[in-house]
């Protein structure tokens, strides 16, 4: 319990049980005049009630303890009116079934935490203690869709979380492709075109939905693997005497030298395919192993849909969260997550969300992976000492208002990208990180002060790809009461409750017997409040950060896929699978 005296206006009891919070909460009320007791559970809580002469409370709702909020709440109604102690509760999220609870028991406000900052809290405070009868006009309850335990029957159900649709495919195609190839890897090595081989094995790849092509040289055969969905299938078994012209393709197709075989290279080419009509990059990376040359040529065929943020599976919450972000002036935007998890997708789409021919947007990128048409993109060469540092500097140079870095990789570019959203920029960039909230200490790690990460700082969206179900082959599946306590050991036992019905694919032509079908996102979103910053003033490691988000309303990317799987989008094993990897 902590006490602090400033005026005569009141008391103010804050019953919070996260001590930073509270902490933080008391301060700025004991700022404007109130004396403040701040206690951490309702046990405490009531003994003050009936001790101290109070002039309000101010409660955390999803309290811990033996007495939660809404007990507490009916208590102190017992005893005290709405005039005589006024009572404002806090919640971490927009709930709105619990929020008329609490009004209906007596709560002259509510506020949520995760919408509202210590200002707004405590303006509200004073405004409610000068109206006459104790109470301010309510504003209207938000109605947010209820996740369904159920299978979405209707399109405009699974739309509310899915991302946006694929260009859709003659499925014929792909298989009538594979069977060229395999009919080409029949004939004698001298008959095999290369030239053909190699364009019908990009056209395929395109239509199979795949991102990557692995070429990889084993002693006696060259196996062709594709990534589709975010996992690698050994497709084409290549006689090991055509290896050598495959890669020697591909390096003239890339303009690479073709005399070199002991030194990694890299190269990029643009190839075109007749059904449907589409021309796309194709990125290549080839390196000397030991039974001969690796190659992977990277797919940048941007075959989704996706334009706007609303195309992205978030939630209506997290989306509020990104539009309030994007629409401040200046600050930076934090993508993180793992490789291959989505991060330049999600930057690109709010890329396009920002560039109007009002401003000027640059990005710096390695590589540049697709075209945005009145975006100028530039390419990290190290070789000529562009590097994103050096080229960050330049770009400040050049009068943007939104700046693109691909990554943040060292102290370097990320003391000018701080410098850069502190000077009235909009930055967008990416880190490597494990989640949102490791975020935030990686910066102080790389020599940013405290102050400067939580004064430019407006966001970090952390994310994972996962596979969603093939809607042609989906099946409910109900799990067994092992499999229910199985599950309850990753996730919180709240959260999975009594839910058993949950859904798998199992396996179609159309997704090639995977049970999966294209990939959507997983996301937690860490909104940058007092309630973080002042953490983030005292090096606050990212468990305490984390601890302090999801208080504040931040749902974990886990309990993200976790609703995802029980609207019947993806499968509970999908989503351990990647979040746990």
């Known amino acids: 319990m902590a006490l602090k005296q400033r005026t005569n206006l009141g008391k103010i009891l804050v019953v919070e049980d996260n001590i930073f919070m509270a902490e933080l909460l008391a301060e700025k009320i004991s700022n404007v005049g109130y004396e403040v007791i701040t206690v951490y559970d309702g046990k405490e809580a009531l003994e003050k009630i009936s001790k101290e002469k109070l002039t309000l409370i101010l409660l955390d709702m999803p309290l811990h303890g033996d007495i939660d909020g809404f007990q507490l709440l009916n208590q102190v109604r017992k005893s005290h009116d709405k005039v005589s102690l006024p009572v404002v509760v806090l919640f971490n999220l927009d709930q709105p079934e619990a929020i008329s609870e609490s009004l209906k028991k007596g709560a002259n406000y509510y506020l949520v935490k995760a919408l509202a900052n210590t200002e707004e809290i405590v303006s509200k405070i004073e405004e409610i203690l000068k109206s006459k009868n104790r109470e301010i006009p309510i504003e209207k309850i938000p109605e947010l869709p209820k996740v369904k335990t159920e299978a979405p029957k209707k399109p405009e159900d699974k739309k509310a979380m899915a991302p946006a649709e694929k260009i859709t495919v003659n499925l014929e195609a792909p298989k009538r492709l594979k069977e060229k190839i395999d009919k080409m890897l029949t004939l004698p090595e001298e008959e095999i075109s290369i030239i053909a081989l190699v364009d019908t094995m990009m056209e395929y790849a395109f239509l199979a939905r795949a991102s990557d092509i692995h070429l990889e040289p084993t002693e006696n055969k060259l196996i062709a693997r594709l990534r589709i969905d975010g996992i690698l299938h050994d497709l084409f078994n290549f006689p090991k005497g055509i290896q050598s012209g495959v890669i020697t393709r591909i390096k003239v197709l890339g303009g690479m030298r073709t005399d070199e075989h002991q030194a990694a290279q890299d190269g990029r080419f643009r190839i075109a395919i007749a059904n449907p009509l589409r021309q796309f990059d194709v990125r290549v990376s080839i390196i000397p192993t030991y039974f001969g040359e690796n190659s992977v040529l990277r797919l940048l065929a941007e075959q989704t849909k996706i334009a706007t943020i609303d195309d992205l599976a978030f939630t209506n919450v997290d989306r509020s969260k990104i539009k309030r972000a994007v629409e401040r002036p200046h600050g930076m935007i934090l993508a993180t997550g793992p490789t291959g998890s989505g991060k330049t997708t999600t930057l690109y789409t709010i890329l396009k969300e920002v560039n109007t021919r009002e401003v000027s947007v640059i990005t710096i990128e390695d590589p540049v992976e697709y075209s945005l048409e009145g975006i100028d993109q530039i390419q990290v060469n190290t070789r000529t000492g562009l590097t994103f540092a050096a ?112 859904y798998y694919g199992k396996g179609c032509q159309e997704c090639g017997d995977s049970g999966y079908y294209d990939r959507m996102g997983l996301y937690e979103v860490l909104e940058i409040n007092d309630f973080i910053r002042e953490a983030i003033m005292r090096r606050a490691d990212a468990s305490e950060i984390k601890k302090i988000a999801v208080k504040n309303g931040m749902v974990p990317i886990l309990e993200d896929g976790f609703k995802k799987a029980v609207a019947g989008l993806t499968t509970i094993e999908e989503i351990l699978r990647v979040v746990n990897e």
Do not use: W, Y
């Not at 989640?435 to 970090?460: C, H, K, Q, W, Y």
């Open 391 to 502: 080229g960050l500097r330049s770009i400040l140079r050049q009068d943007p208002n939104v700046i693109m870095v691909g990554e943040i990789r060292d102290q370097e570019t990320a003391s000018i990208a701080v410098n850069a959203a502190l000077t009235g920029h909009k930055l967008l960039s990416t880190l490597h990180t494990t989640d949102s909230a490791t975020t935030l200490p990686r910066l102080l790690d790389m020599g940013i002060e405290p102050f400067l990460v939580a004064s430019t700082v407006n966001i970090a969206i952390g994310q994972r790809l996962v596979r969603m179900i093939c809607p042609h082959c989906k099946i409910k599946k109900r799990l067994t009461d092992a499999e229910l306590e199985n599950l309850k050991e990753h996730l919180r036992p709240e959260l999975v409750d009594n839910h058993r019905d949950f």
